[in-house]
């Protein structure tokens, strides 16, 4: 186990706070998603920007709010995490709202409960990883590894209550980039990320947040380093 902070206070000084962290939110064009992704008209309904535009606004927060465990909640919190995945980035939107709408409907629920049923118990975020990872029971084809994390971060959040975070979070190439510096790894940012390294991340997110705990002498979620790790991949361009 590390027994110090990587990169130190500047770690530290990109930690958000819980409110922050929810307040977190991209900017998309809805009709790159409801063209082709059935039932997703709710995202006409969020925030204008600017008002009147064709662009809206979409947060961390509204993600986690949707694996609320109504009626198809799985679809809805995959649509929420691939709008906020892919933000204003239209390639991006239309290879996710490809995967979303490329397979009939009850079966990528099916495949979404699948993994869902992983979660909460011992190592099952990484359990449920792999099983959305091509060849798994529940992968859905063309799903890519950002995706996935992002939607068991939301199932795994809504699967405990929403009282705290759950084990899973968002691995994407901002993290990757982050990690590699921060701790000398050598992975692709564009991917394949196994499960293996899903849990080496999950691993480190959970060590860095207890001993930023011990420095700033309050509970930090696994979310809050994540994004932390985020912020600094972007900071290397």
């Known amino acids: 186990m590390a027994t110090r902070l990587a990169s130190g206070q500047s770690l530290l000084d990109r930690l958000p706070g819980r409110e922050a962290l929810l307040e977190q939110d991209v900017r998309f ?9 059935p039932a997703s008209g709710w995202l006409d309904d969020l925030p204008e920007d600017p008002p009147g535009g ?10 986690l709010d949707a694996a609320d465990g109504s009626d198809d909640w799985e679809a809805r919190t995959l649509l929420a995490a691939g709008v906020w995945s892919a933000g204003d980035r239209a390639l991006v939107a239309s290879r996710g709202a490809r995967a979303l709408g490329g397979t009939e409907p009850s079966e990528l629920l099916s495949r979404l409960r699948l993994a869902a049923k992983h979660l909460g118990t011992g190592r099952g975020a990484v359990d449920a990883y792999r099983s959305m990872l091509r060849g798994g029971s529940a992968h859905v084809k063309h799903l890519g ?7 068991l971060y939301a199932a795994d959040f809504g699967n405990r209550g929403g009282v705290r ?13 982050a990690l590699n510096d921060h701790h000398g790894w050598s ?3 564009d991917g394949p990320w196994s499960a293996d390294l899903y849990a080496r991340w999950l691993d ?9 705990a011990i420095e700033l002498g309050r509970t930090v979620r696994g ?13 290397l361009g």
């Open 145 to 151: 590894p950002t995706l996935i994390s992002t939607y």
């Open 223 to 235: 979310d809050e380093m994540e994004f932390a790790y985020a912020a600094h991949g972007k900071s």
């Open 204 to 212: 480190v997110a959970t060590e860095q947040a207890w001993l930023a």
């Open 29 to 37: 064009r809805p009709r790159w998603w409801t063209t082709r992704v």
């Open 187 to 189: 992975v692709p940012e």
């Open 165 to 177: 975070g759950g084990d899973a979070l968002v691995l994407d190439r901002f993290v990757v980039r």
């Open 54 to 63: 064709d662009y809206r606004r979409i947060s961390r927060g509204r993600v």
